[in-house]
C-alpha cells in the first residue's frame, strides 16, 4: 500500500506538473495567437479606415474634387461636306458632321469595337488595374463579350438580390427608314434588354425579358411598331416588377404608355398593354419613385410642347387623375428624374429627333410643381460638348447612396445610320454649392443648388461607393 502511495505520489505530482506546464504552454500560445490576431485585425481596421476615412464625405471633400476637375476636349475639325446642307439652324456644323454617316470624324464619336470596354479583361488583376473605368463612347461588352443592347435603359437596384439591373432597348436589328425611307430611321422592336451587375461595371445578360410580337400585327409590341425608354420600379405592395414605357406606331402617332410586369427582376415581364395617360399625348417618358414608395409618371406630351407629371396608382399600373403641366411651350423630352437633400431635380433634352441637343436641369421643392428652369449643367469637353449633351441625350440618374450628392448622369450617344451602335455615355453628376451660401447677398433667398455633369474621358466611381456603411 505504502509502495503503491509512494509511487502513487511522484506519478501524480509529475502528472501535476505535466498537466501545468502544458496548460502554461497552450496558455502562451494562445495568448500569443491571440495578441497576434488582434494585431492583424487592428492593422487591417486602420489600413480600411484610413481608405475610407480618405473618400468618405464626412471626413473628406477630396473624393469628388477629381470628378470636378474640368477636362477639356479638342477635336480635329474635317473640311465641311459642301454636299450636305445642315438639318437645322439650331445645330451646330459639327453636330452636322456628327449625323453625317460618311463623316471622316465620326470615328472620333463612335470608336471602333478594337477599342471596346471589356470589363472581363481585367478580372482577376490588380485592383487598381481593374477598377472599373468608364469610358463614354466607347462600345460597351457584356460579361459574354456582346455589346450592351440597353439604350433609352434605367437602372433599377434590386433591394432583394442586392443587385443592379439595366433595363433599356434591344436595338441589335438592321436600321432603316420608316415610310419608304422618307420617316425617322428606326430598328423593329425586339424587345427589352435586361443585364445584372452588382459594381454598375460589369453587366451580365440576363436576356431580353420583354420581346416583341412577331406576327399579330394589331399588337402594341408587333415589331413595326416602336418600344422606347422602358423603365422598371418595384412595388413592395404587390412584390411586382413593373415596367412602364413608350408605345407608339411608326408615325410616333399613337403616342401611349405600355405597362408590363414580372415577379422576378429577370422577366419574363408580361405585357398588359397601353393607354393615353388620362387621354393625353405620351411620347418620351420616364419614372420616380419617391421615398414614400408614391410614383410618378413624367411625359413629354401636347405634341412636345409640354411635360406632364403625376402620381401612379398603388400597384404602379395606372394613372391617377392627378396631373400638373410643367415646362410649358419649352419643348423638353427624356426626361430623368433624381431628389438630393429633398428637391427634385429633372435634366431633359430638346426635341431633335436622334440628333444631339443642349441639356437643360429643372428643379422644384415639390414634385409636382413650382418647377424652374435653371441652366444647363454640362461642365467642360468644349462648347460644341455643352450644347449638345456631349453628343448624348438623357435617359436616367443613378443615385449613389453612400456619397449623398454624387449620381450617374446616363445618356445615350445616338447613331441615327447604325441605332444598335448608339453608345452610352455614363457621367459624374455632381449637386452641390448651395450650404456655404449665406442669405446675406441673396435679399433673403437662397439659389437653387448647383448641379453639374463633368466631362471625362475616361472616369470611376470612388473606392469605396458600395462598400461604405
Ligand atoms: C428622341 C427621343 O428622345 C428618342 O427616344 C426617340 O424617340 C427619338 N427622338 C426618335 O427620333
Given at each position: 500500500m505504502r509502495m503503491k502511495n509512494l509511487y502513487k505520489k511522484p506519478i501524480t505530482t509529475t502528472l501535476h506538473y505535466n498537466i501545468w506546464s502544458r496548460y502554461c504552454s497552450m496558455s502562451v500560445v494562445i495568448i500569443w495567437s491571440l495578441l497576434i490576431l488582434g494585431c492583424i485585425f487592428l492593422l487591417h481596421l486602420y489600413s480600411n479606415n484610413t481608405s475610407l476615412n480618405m473618400i468618405h464625405p464626412l471626413h473628406s471633400s477630396s473624393y469628388f474634387n477629381q470628378l470636378q476637375q474640368v477636362e477639356n476636349e479638342k477635336f480635329q475639325i474635317p473640311p465641311p461636306n459642301k454636299k450636305?446642307?445642315?438639318?437645322?439652324?439650331?445645330?451646330?456644323?459639327?453636330?452636322?458632321?456628327?449625323?453625317?454617316?460618311?463623316?471622316?470624324?465620326?470615328?472620333?464619336?463612335?470608336?471602333?469595337?478594337?477599342?471596346?470596354?471589356?470589363?472581363?479583361?481585367?478580372?482577376?488583376?490588380?485592383?487598381?488595374?481593374?477598377?472599373?473605368?468608364?469610358?463614354?463612347?466607347?462600345?460597351?461588352?457584356?460579361?459574354?463579350?456582346?455589346?450592351?443592347?440597353?439604350?433609352?435603359?434605367?437602372?433599377?437596384?434590386?433591394?432583394?438580390?442586392?443587385?443592379?439591373?439595366?433595363?433599356?432597348?434591344?436595338?441589335?436589328?438592321?436600321?432603316?427608314?420608316?415610310?419608304?425611307?422618307?420617316?425617322?430611321?428606326?430598328?423593329?422592336?425586339?424587345?427589352?434588354?435586361?443585364?445584372?451587375?452588382?459594381?454598375?461595371?460589369?453587366?451580365?445578360?440576363?436576356?431580353?425579358?420583354l420581346t416583341a410580337e412577331k406576327t399579330n400585327k394589331a399588337h402594341d409590341l408587333h415589331k413595326s411598331n416602336v418600344l422606347e425608354r422602358p423603365k422598371v420600379i418595384y412595388n413592395e405592395k404587390t412584390r411586382k416588377y413593373v415596367m412602364l414605357m413608350h408605345i407608339d406606331d411608326a408615325n410616333y402617332a399613337k403616342a401611349s404608355i405600355g405597362v408590363a410586369v414580372s415577379d422576378t427582376p429577370i422577366g419574363p415581364f408580361k405585357y398588359l398593354g397601353s393607354q393615353r395617360p388620362n387621354g393625353y399625348q405620351s411620347r418620351d417618358m420616364t419614372v420616380y419613385k419617391d421615398e414614400d414608395s408614391v410614383a410618378y409618371l413624367i411625359y413629354s406630351s401636347e405634341e412636345n410642347n409640354v411635360m406632364h407629371i403625376g402620381p401612379l396608382t398603388d400597384d404602379y399600373l395606372n394613372v391617377t387623375s392627378v396631373m400638373r403641366r410643367i415646362f410649358v411651350g419649352q419643348r423638353r423630352e427624356a426626361p430623368a428624374m433624381f431628389k438630393h437633400k429633398g428637391i427634385y431635380y429633372m435634366i431633359t433634352s430638346g426635341c431633335t429627333g436622334w440628333a444631339p441637343n443642349e441639356a437643360l436641369v429643372h428643379a422644384s421643392d415639390s414634385i409636382l410643381g413650382t418647377w424652374e428652369t435653371i441652366g444647363n449643367p454640362c461642365v467642360g469637353g468644349n462648347k460644341m460638348f455643352r450644347v449638345s449633351t456631349f453628343l448624348a441625350q438623357s435617359t436616367f440618374v443613378v443615385p449613389l447612396n453612400k456619397f449623398p450628392g454624387l449620381f450617374i448622369f446616363m445618356a445615350d450617344r445616338w447613331n441615327p445610320g447604325e441605332l444598335r451602335d448608339s453608345r452610352y455615355v455614363w457621367l459624374p453628376l455632381i449637386v452641390d454649392g448651395n450650404d456655404d451660401q449665406t442669405l446675406e447677398y441673396g435679399f433673403g433667398y437662397t439659389l437653387w443648388p448647383r448641379v453639374s455633369i463633368y466631362w471625362h474621358r475616361k472616369w470611376k466611381l470612388p473606392l469605396g461607393w458600395n462598400t461604405l456603411k
Open positions: 450636305r446642307l445642315p438639318q437645322s439652324k439650331s445645330i451646330t456644323p459639327l453636330v452636322d458632321e456628327f449625323l453625317d454617316k460618311d463623316s471622316t470624324l465620326r470615328h472620333v464619336f463612335f470608336p471602333h469595337k478594337t477599342n471596346a470596354i471589356d470589363p472581363m479583361k481585367t478580372i482577376g488583376k490588380e485592383i487598381n488595374d481593374s477598377y472599373s473605368y468608364y469610358y463614354p463612347g466607347r462600345v460597351w461588352l457584356d460579361t459574354d463579350g456582346n455589346p450592351i443592347q440597353a439604350h433609352g435603359g434605367c437602372i433599377l437596384y434590386d433591394e432583394i438580390s442586392s443587385t443592379y439591373y439595366w433595363y433599356g432597348e434591344y436595338k441589335d436589328g438592321p436600321t432603316y427608314l420608316a415610310h419608304g425611307n422618307k420617316g425617322p430611321a428606326r430598328v423593329d422592336i425586339i424587345g427589352v434588354g435586361c443585364y445584372s451587375s452588382k459594381d454598375l461595371w460589369t453587366w451580365k445578360k440576363e436576356g431580353i425579358v
